[in-house]
């Protein structure tokens, strides 16, 4: 059993691999201990500070000026589903009034490329807590050559004095994970009782 000290001071083992046991429950003192456990590892980094949560492919369908609302999917059918996470400094400080900017295809595969209701997109602010939430469904899986692309919903993140992040989070179990090229395993969330936790980490700008 390696203990976090050790963990924490082996320059060697000091990858995001071995690492990835690390929880925001045993974030260094300071963080007040506002950051909750997530299934979502945040390793640190040799100096101790978290380490920005990795970037990922914008894709084709990103739409600028999606409406400010935390529910995506009014009347539409599909596996609800809840996701909710942190923003947070890599000193663990809670980002208020960040903005998170999330887009994702239906159940089916397909975005909404056009109409005027932003289907399955939308503009969330964290609280002051750092906290954003919002509901929608299980997004579908589409075509990628002669593969598809896992279910993923794509977001878009930034706060006052930090960098913007383009990313995705994507779902533990789907078969499509293991065959695709832009999937990053830090990025793997877990859902459980159609709910899922994503927190982020953006770097100092
Ligand atoms: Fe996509």
Known sequence: MITRRELLGGTALATAGLLAGFRFQDAPRGTGGL??????????????????????IEGPYYRKDAPFRSKLA?????????????????????LREALVDVWQA??????????????LRGRIKTDKDGLYVYETIMPGQYDLGEAKRPAHIH????????????????????????????VRKSLIIEVADKAGTFDIVLAKA
């Open 35 to 56: 950051i909750p456990a997530s299934p979502l590892h945040h390793p640190l980094s040799q100096d101790k500070k978290l380490v920005p949560t990795e970037s990922n």
């Open 106 to 119: 239906d159940k089916e595969g397909a975005y909404d490329q056009t109409s005027d209701a932003f289907v």
């Open 155 to 182: 977001y878009k993140v930034s706060a006052a004095g930090h960098a913007l992040l383009t990313t995705q989070l994507y779902f533990k179990g789907d078969p499509w994970i293991s065959k695709d090229p832009f």
């Open 74 to 94: 009014t009347g539409l059918k599909g596996e609800a589903l809840k996701i909710s996470g942190k923003v947070l400094s890599p000193d663990g400080t809670p």
